[in-house]
């Protein structure tokens, strides 16, 4: 499944140039599986139906151009140029990047945090074992006391 996304987004982002898009989406589904445990299935649900309307906000705005002549017949070797896009994703939505920078941000605080709470836990981590070592410690009349000969 992860191998099939990754082609349909690599596949989006370089013919339609849907870079912003395509990054802003994995970065809000991996946000959402690993700060607020949302279940996978219904993660990935919810992400086609996003993707679906998603995709109909970058599609390319052809200008109004009349369909072009046929080549002279002595140019048979001629190809037609396509059509020019009027604008390109980006500018079709103009939110994409204002939504990206928020996803970054929210990947990078998510990141902070899980990182300082297993500081956190690092930390306390060693008190708590010195403690138990000291109950455990059996005194010092039960240590066996050896002759060296």
């Known amino acids: ?28 589904a991996a946000v959402l599986r690993l700060h607020f445990r949302l279940p996978k299935y219904v993660l990935w649900s919810g992400m086609a139906v996003v993707t679906a309307y998603a995709r109909k906000t970058i599609e390319p705005v052809v200008a109004a151009l009349p369909p072009p002549l046929p080549p002279p017949f002595w140019k048979f070797w ?14 079709a939505f103009p939110w994409w990047p204002v939504l990206y920078a928020l996803s970054v941000a ?26 138990e070592a000291i109950a455990e410690t059996p005194p010092t009349s039960d240590v066996l006391h050896t002759k060296v000969a």
């Open 78 to 91: 001629a190809k037609q140029q396509p059509l020019v896009m009027a604008t390109s994703p980006e500018e």
């Open 106 to 131: 929210a990947v990078l605080l998510m990141g902070y945090n899980k990182i300082s709470r297993a500081n956190a836990a690092a930390a306390a981590a060693p008190k708590e074992k010195t403690k």
């Open 1 to 28: 499944m992860l191998v099939f996304g990754f082609i349909v987004c690599s596949y989006e982002s370089h013919t339609i140039g849907a870079f912003l898009m395509v990054n802003t989406l994995a970065n809000t």
